[in-house]
């Protein structure tokens, strides 16, 4: 059974920092791009992050030079880094899971980031 489980999401202060986990697991991890999404009330989902089997990463532009995407293959995870936060970043977050030829797709329940100003 494959779970994709999120963590590190609360409140912080305009300028901070939080970094938010994504353990994966029951699927073979360097298979599958791993990726950041958010929503916010109101908005559709969209693409903060996303880092490749590969490796390589892809950013949205409201987040290039703030926020890093990371993972570490020996333990099933994915991190974002966010520094200095704002408060148009207040959304839930969600880990996705796509299998490198896109035929598989796993979510995570999300979790909650707020940025007060």
């Known amino acids: 059974q494959v779970e994709v489980v999120e963590s590190g999401g609360g409140l912080v202060q305009g300028g901070g920092s939080l970094r938010l986990s994504c353990a994966a697991s029951g699927l073979l991890f360097s298979y599958y791009d791993m990726g950041w999404y958010r929503q916010a009330p109101g908005k559709q989902r969209e693409l903060v992050a996303v880092?490749?089997?590969?490796?390589?990463?892809n950013y949205a532009d409201s987040v290039k030079g703030r926020f890093t995407i990371s993972r570490d293959s020996a333990k099933r995870t994915v991190y974002l880094q966010m520094n200095d936060l704002k408060p148009e970043d207040t959304a839930v977050y969600y880990c996705?899971?796509?299998?490198?030829?896109?035929?598989?797709?796993?979510w995570g329940q999300g979790t909650q980031v707020t940025v007060s100003s």
């Open positions: 880092i490749f089997s590969g490796g390589s990463t």
């Open positions: 996705n899971a796509r299998r490198w030829d896109r035929r598989a797709d796993y």
